[in-house]
């Protein structure tokens, strides 16, 4: 089943960076890929002189701390989120970059002409659109012929089973962290190729080692707008904390992966 998407739970999750801060923190800490995510992320994208790049969900767009100087020449590059408080973020992380600039954009309506960009990147944010076919055909509409779209996401059996499985002992009947994402790993070739001629999946290699439990419970806190998750905090900890005592670590799977399309 997948995630039942609320536009204001949405909203409310991402009204600022803090929330995915937190989500972002515990991947970075406890990653057992030491490349981590963003360097192979940029081992995937193909950026050349002169093309226009536009990111849609962007975020704190921590992905382009310290690389927007190694951009190639003659790059134009607009960051974009639905959020206006996630634009005023990047908004001042980027004012004094030329080759940058930031907009309040949903991507159910990009406001750009016909084949405005070379390459568009959505990350992780996918599966939070209500309507991802307006979505999509809105993205096809504005890269041009040969163009890319580059979108990143997670498959659903990792974190979030995980957690659903450990409150399900406290909450038998929890839907806390029931349902996968709308748009994953496993279905997102096929929702792709719908409006995409080529559709390349390419996976990332990782697990999470946690070593500190309060970590994972501050990941579990960070969600709570959007999972509507009724837990007792301290009796979750315990719970985690006997595993972390017991093994050394608390192994969870990850699932994560690019799909790159060709337009
Ligand atoms: C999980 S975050 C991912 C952020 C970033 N792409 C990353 O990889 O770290 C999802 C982002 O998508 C944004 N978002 C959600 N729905 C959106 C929409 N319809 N249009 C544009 N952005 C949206 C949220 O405000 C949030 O910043």
């Known amino acids: 089943m997948s995630t039942m998407i609320k536009s204001e739970n949405v909203k409310e999750q991402y009204s600022d960076d803090g929330n995915l801060s937190a989500r972002i923190s515990l991947h970075a800490k406890h990653s057992t890929n030491k490349q981590g995510l963003v360097p192979w992320l940029f081992e995937q994208y193909y950026f ?3 093309i226009r790049i536009l990111e849609l969900g962007c975020g704190n767009a921590d992905q382009w701390e310290g690389r927007v100087e190694s951009l190639p020449k003659g790059v134009e590059l607009i960051l974009s989120d639905f959020s206006e408080g996630m634009v005023d973020i990047v908004s001042g992380k980027y004012v004094k970059e030329t080759k940058v600039s930031c907009q309040r954009i949903d991507i159910q309506n ?3 002409e016909d084949e405005a960009f070379d390459i568009v990147i959505a990350n992780f944010m996918l599966y939070h659109v209500p309507d991802i076919d307006k979505a999509l055909m809105e993205v096809k ?3 041009k012929e040969n163009g890319k779209f580059y979108a990143a996401t997670n498959g659903n059996g990792e974190l979030r089973s995980f957690v659903h499985k450990a409150i399900k002992k406290f909450k038998p009947d929890t839907q806390a ?5 709308s748009f994953n790993l496993q279905n997102g070739q096929g929702i792709l190729s719908k409006y ?10 990782d697990s999470l080692a946690i070593t500190n439990t309060e970590d994972l419970i501050d990941w579990i806190k960070s969600s709570v707008s959007i999972e509507e998750c009724d837990v007792d ?3 979750l900890y315990d719970y985690f904390e006997d595993i972390r005592a017991r093994d050394g670590v608390i192994s969870i799977p990850k699932e994560c992966g690019l799909f790159i399309s060709k337009k």
Do not use: L, M
């Open 177 to 181: 962290f029931a349902h996968g994402f």
């Open 141 to 143: 509409r504005v890269i």
């Open 196 to 205: 995409f001629s080529n559709v390349e999946r390419v996976d990332f290699e």
């Open 48 to 50: 050349s002189q002169d």
């Open 233 to 235: 905090f301290d009796e």
């Open 110 to 112: 990009i406001p750009f």
